[in-house]
């Protein structure tokens, strides 16, 4: 096919679908470090991740096989909304002059509005097999939670929600979807929990972090016995069931014949981001193929271009499981940026350790520059981006920048994975002129939350 033929939409047949999730931890050189029990400081066994995660996901945190089977039932959700489309952004291309082929895999097309859903569905499905009727999760910009809210609805099963509060306050219309699902959302820090009670007795006025809402929503799920706790990102088990999106851009990639130099996510998590570049890198570790991964940041919660490697806590009470990774500290309180997905204080361990050996890059950049490539791309290829995303967009045309410049023609893909249709506050204050890149006491903000981390000894 010529490459000026290759369609706008590529569109993977029904019979395509993966039946397997890829794990890249059977193809790593070096594993991550073992999570360490927030309790002992050992090495945490599975029967105290038996407390807020049923067995099967255990295992699935757990194994190097390299391939797992997805379930008839969860194949059967999946059937609901996927495949998602790849791209070819012609328009874009057009409107930055490069001579750069750029391809973008959308997994905004699902009522959550982003990729959350690939994991929100299997999460859902074994906590219900072994009799869990409701389950507890954080949620930063509503993706997640939205996504959680479907799967358990699916499933008949409850669902609670604590969404960090600056988001709940910015994006209404995403608390409504929640609801609308059945879901009950909190604004966290909230007088719901313990650990909510205490970060506003020390700090009333705070906008709230994804670390506190993990923490109330940890403490909620280990006191019910009925009830555990979803993650959305982050986990082995949440970047296996995303592999999804890799696997599917494969063969749709495949269809017209092209194969990416460059691949780019956002990342807040490493979910998204994992999920489109795990499979092309297995590539890498056979030897076949050798594009370049590009993991972008915000530049107000820049975990891998200012984070430590270190053994550090998942959430800012102390209460989950202590992970080897990429850290502003657990204590970390970012600005109130509108990609609210973003503002985790780590990162995923597989996305860490694989970033510390030099396989995946780095970018972090500004919330003016990200609202500016999510208008061209909202003006060129008819979608509206969410901010999260829009993250990736703005790294694509920075590399397809360079192309213009040296006059290379390379294949670059990112992964939109989701749309802005709940973000328009952030869209209209971007268009009033209220958004720029200032991020005061960033640098001071960093060195109190990683100085925390020296005080662990861990």
């Given at each position: 096919?010529?490459?000026n033929?290759?369609?706008?939409?590529?569109?993977l047949p029904?019979?395509?679908?993966?039946k397997?999730?890829?794990?890249?931890?059977?193809?790593?050189?070096?594993?991550?470090?073992?999570?360490?029990?927030?309790r002992?400081?050992?090495?945490?066994?599975?029967?105290?991740?038996?407390?807020?995660?049923?067995?099967?996901?255990?295992?699935?945190?757990?194994?190097?096989?390299?391939?797992?089977?997805?379930?008839?039932?969860?194949?059967?959700?999946?059937?609901?909304?996927?495949?998602?489309?790849?791209?070819?952004?012609?328009e874009?291309?057009?409107?930055?002059?490069?001579?750069a082929?750029?391809?973008?895999?959308?997994?905004?097309?699902?009522p959550?509005?982003?990729?959350?859903?690939?994991?929100?569905?299997?999460?859902a499905?074994?906590?219900?097999?072994?009799?869990?009727?409701?389950?507890?999760?954080?949620?930063?910009?509503?993706?997640?939670?939205?996504?959680l809210?479907?799967?358990?609805?699916?499933f008949?099963?409850?669902?609670?929600?604590?969404?960090?509060?600056?988001?709940?306050?910015?994006?209404?219309?995403r608390?409504?979807?929640?609801?609308?699902?059945?879901?009950?959302?909190?604004?966290?820090?909230?007088?719901?929990?313990?650990?909510?009670?205490g970060?506003l007795?020390?700090?009333?006025?705070?906008?709230?972090?994804?670390?506190?809402?993990?923490?109330?929503?940890?403490e909620?799920?280990?006191?019910?016995s009925?009830?555990?706790?979803a993650?959305?990102?982050v986990?082995?088990?949440?970047?296996?069931?995303?592999?999804?999106?890799?696997?599917?851009?494969?063969?749709?990639?495949?269809?017209?014949?092209e194969?990416?130099?460059?691949?780019?996510?956002?990342?807040?998590?490493?979910?998204?981001?994992?999920?489109?570049?795990f499979?092309?890198?297995?590539?890498?570790?056979?030897?076949?193929?050798?594009?370049?991964?590009?993991a972008?940041e915000?530049?107000?919660?820049?975990?891998?271009?200012?984070?430590?490697?270190?053994?550090?806590?998942?959430?800012?009470?102390?209460?989950?499981?202590?992970?080897?990774?990429?850290s502003l500290?657990?204590?970390?309180?970012?600005?109130?940026?509108?990609?609210?997905?973003?503002?985790?204080?780590?990162?995923?361990?597989?996305?860490s350790?694989?970033?510390?050996?030099?396989?995946?890059?780095?970018?972090a950049?500004?919330?003016?520059?990200?609202?500016?490539?999510?208008l061209?791309?909202?003006?060129?290829?008819?979608?509206?981006?969410?901010?999260?995303?829009?993250?990736?967009?703005?790294q694509?045309?920075?590399?397809?920048?360079?192309?213009?410049?040296?006059?290379?023609?390379?294949?670059?893909?990112?992964?939109?994975?989701?749309?802005?249709?709940?973000?328009?506050?952030a869209?209209?204050?971007?268009?009033?002129?209220?958004?720029?890149?200032?991020?005061p006491g960033?640098?001071?903000e960093?060195?109190r939350?990683?100085?925390?981390?020296?005080?662990?000894?861990?």
């Amino acid at each position: 096919m010529k490459k000026n033929q290759i369609p706008h939409q590529i569109i993977l047949p029904a019979s395509e679908l993966p039946k397997q999730w890829y794990n890249v931890r059977a193809d790593m050189p070096n594993l991550p470090a073992p999570y360490l029990s927030p309790r002992t400081h050992k090495e945490v066994t599975a029967e105290e991740l038996g407390a807020i995660f049923p067995k099967s996901l255990i295992e699935q945190e757990l194994t190097t096989e390299r391939y797992i089977d997805i379930p008839k039932e969860v194949m059967e959700k999946y059937e609901l909304f996927r495949s998602t489309p790849m791209h070819r952004a012609y328009e874009l291309e057009k409107a930055l002059g490069t001579p750069a082929r750029i391809y973008y895999k959308y997994e905004g097309t699902n009522p959550s509005g982003s990729h959350k859903l690939n994991s929100a569905v299997p999460q859902a499905y074994f906590n219900k097999i072994e009799g869990i009727k409701r389950l507890t999760t954080e949620t930063g910009a509503g993706q997640w939670g939205t996504a959680l809210s479907m799967a358990t609805k699916m499933f008949d099963m409850e669902c609670t929600v604590y969404m960090v509060k600056v988001s709940y306050q910015q994006k209404p219309y995403r608390r409504s979807i929640m609801q609308m699902y059945g879901a009950g959302v909190i604004p966290s820090p909230s007088d719901q929990t313990q650990v909510g009670r205490g970060i506003l007795a020390k700090m009333p006025d705070t906008n709230g972090s994804l670390g506190d809402a993990i923490a109330e929503a940890v403490e909620d799920a280990a006191s019910h016995s009925d009830t555990n706790y979803a993650l959305g990102s982050v986990l082995n088990h949440v970047i296996l069931h995303q592999s999804v999106i890799g696997l599917e851009a494969k063969k749709q990639m495949e269809m017209v014949d092209e194969y990416p130099d460059i691949v780019i996510g956002c990342n807040g998590g490493g979910s998204n981001f994992s999920g489109i570049a795990f499979p092309f890198l297995k590539d890498t570790f056979d030897g076949k193929e050798h594009a370049k991964f590009i993991a972008v940041e915000a530049e107000a919660c820049p975990k891998l271009t200012k984070g430590v490697f270190t053994y550090d806590y998942g959430d800012s009470a102390g209460m989950a499981p202590i992970t080897m990774m990429y850290s502003l500290g657990h204590s970390f309180h970012p600005s109130g940026i509108h990609a609210g997905g973003l503002r985790y204080h780590g990162d995923s361990p597989l996305l860490s350790q694989l970033y510390h050996d030099g396989f995946i890059e780095a970018a972090a950049v500004g919330q003016k520059e990200v609202f500016e490539a999510a208008l061209l791309f909202a003006q060129t290829e008819a979608i509206v981006p969410a901010p999260e995303s829009s993250h990736a967009i703005c790294q694509a045309i920075k590399e397809a920048n360079k192309c213009k410049e040296s006059g290379e023609e390379k294949v670059i893909l990112f992964n939109l994975s989701g749309n802005g249709y709940f973000d328009m506050t952030a869209y209209d204050m971007y268009l009033s002129g209220k958004i720029g890149d200032g991020i005061p006491g960033l640098e001071e903000e960093i060195a109190r939350a990683q100085g925390e981390i020296k005080d662990l000894g861990l």
